[in-house]
């Protein structure tokens, strides 16, 4: 069925959804349409039908008020917004609207609900092309007590097509073609009719997920339309998968992520790079394992190093944020970018010892590899 539909049309796109654009068209009551990307049962809705001298576009109400309805009866507009299109030669409130009360209904597209465990989904269902659509439809005239005439309609529905079945086992009739329109509109036989009946299979009709939101007659505008992604119930989020992984051992971890680089250490800028290191040489050095590869390999210098709070890449690994000031940090700038995070106590002992030459550098000895493996090992042990 259909209860919700988009109708932003201007009353002469709805003539010319029609087909009727070459004919004279008459505009009826059209001060009562509100352009909607929301339109509902109750609401004003530009309708073409067939007028003395050609058409009219006529703004009535969606949801049928048969004639016979008693004046003083408060009309309901949700009662008979649909009519499903196998009965209409059996029920009293249709069968006596076929012969000369048939009209077309044209709007942008129109929605549609999937049920989805205690949830429903709504869909928005157009062409392709974004042609408006243009629906069969039955309209009558009703006085109330006060003499006041009003017009209102209802939109006939067929069985799903096969591409819409999963959505829903009802759709409206969509008239696709100009021939289709003509028969609706003019063709005084209700004979030819039922073939226009048939649930509309082509696969020009699109659709795709929307907010929910659209369940309220409030909400209206663009974001009734905006595509919607709903997220299966199997999906985990990004967070939850990081913290699911599972970490490599220590030693394949090792081998992954320190790359062998030069014998070596390079001297940084005139800046003095210090064999002595306090804290490092309180790692037990006779526990510490030879690096893979190159006994004597040492990580290789940082590529770029950035301000405090950005990204540092660091020959293979990369570090994020600010030092939490723990141990195990400071031993991982002591190895990869040594000395960057210890500038000022490096600059004091360049200040005391006078004797490393006029550049204030002092000559690195080989004999040191073993305790800059030490170091690295402190950092990637698991305790």
Not at 240 to 255: G, H, L, M, V
Request: hydrophobic fraction near 30%.
């Amino acid at each position: 069925m259909c209860g919700r539909a988009r109708c932003t049309l201007r009353p002469e796109d709805v003539r010319r959804a029609c087909h009727r654009h070459g004919s004279p068209a008459r505009f009826l009551h059209l001060e009562c349409y509100r352009p909607s990307y929301n339109v509902a049962p109750g609401s004003y809705m530009p309708v073409l039908r067939r007028d003395k001298d050609g058409v009219a576009v006529h703004c009535m109400k969606w949801g049928l008020v048969p004639g016979f309805t008693k004046k003083t009866d408060k009309p309901d507009f949700f009662k008979m917004f649909n009519a499903r299109s196998e009965s209409i030669a059996e029920k009293a409130s249709f069968r006596r609207l076929l012969p000369k009360n048939r009209c077309l209904v044209a709007v942008d597209g129109f929605y549609e609900w999937k049920k989805e465990g205690s949830k429903k989904q709504p869909y928005y269902i157009h062409f392709k092309d974004e042609r408006p659509l243009v629906f069969a439809a039955l309209f009558d005239s009703w006085q109330n007590s006060g003499g006041e005439t009003l017009y209102t309609f209802t939109i006939l529905t067929t069985a799903s097509s096969s591409a819409l079945d999963w959505l829903h086992d009802r759709m409206p009739v969509i008239l696709g073609d100009k021939d289709s329109v003509d028969t609706w509109l003019d063709d005084p036989s209700t004979s030819k009719l039922q073939p226009l009946l048939a649930p509309y299979e082509k696969s020009d009709l699109v659709w795709y997920p929307v907010t929910s939101a659209i369940g309220k007659l409030s909400f209206d505008g663009p974001e009734c339309i905006q595509q919607q992604i709903p997220l299966k119930a199997s999906q985990n989020s990004l967070i939850s998968k990081f913290f699911s992984a599972k970490q490599p051992k220590t030693e394949e971890r090792d081998k992954e992520t320190i790359p062998a680089g030069p014998k070596e250490e390079p001297i940084l800028e005139g800046v003095l790079v210090s064999d002595s290191n306090d804290e490092i040489k309180q790692v037990d050095e006779e526990k510490a394992e030879p690096l893979v590869g190159d006994s004597s390999a040492v990580a290789s210098p940082p590529e770029s190093v950035k301000k405090e709070g950005e990204s540092v890449e660091t020959g293979g690994l990369e570090l994020t944020g600010k030092s939490s000031g723990r141990k195990r940090d400071y031993e991982l700038f002591s190895a990869q970018e040594k000395p960057w995070k210890q500038q000022q106590s490096v600059v004091v002992r360049m200040q005391d010892d006078k004797s490393c030459g006029k550049h204030g550098r002092k000559k690195q000895g080989k004999g040191n590899s073993k305790e800059r493996q030490s170091t690295l090992h402190f950092f990637f042990d698991e305790k």
